[in-house]
């Protein structure tokens, strides 16, 4: 019965990191396979707005 519970740990463990790292995967290997000349298309828009922000300055 201990090795039941043990090797169902283990399923568990695997396949809740499994999903959870599946995102991060797929999108590593899409981007790399299908991305073109739009690799860095997200990441530049993301800084395009960030330009524009103002810096939050701390109250002394």
Do not use: H, P
Not at 33 to 51: A, Y
Request: proline share 0%; aromatic share 14%; with cysteine.
């Amino acid at each position: 019965m201990k090795e039941y519970l043990i090797d169902l740990t283990l399923l568990a463990l695997c396949l809740i990191s499994l999903t959870a790292l599946m995102g991060t995967i797929s999108r590593f290997i899409a981007q790399t396979f299908f991305g073109g000349k739009k690799k860095s298309f997200f990441l530049s828009q993301s800084q395009g707005f960030q330009e524009n922000w103002k810096k939050v300055q701390r109250r002394k």
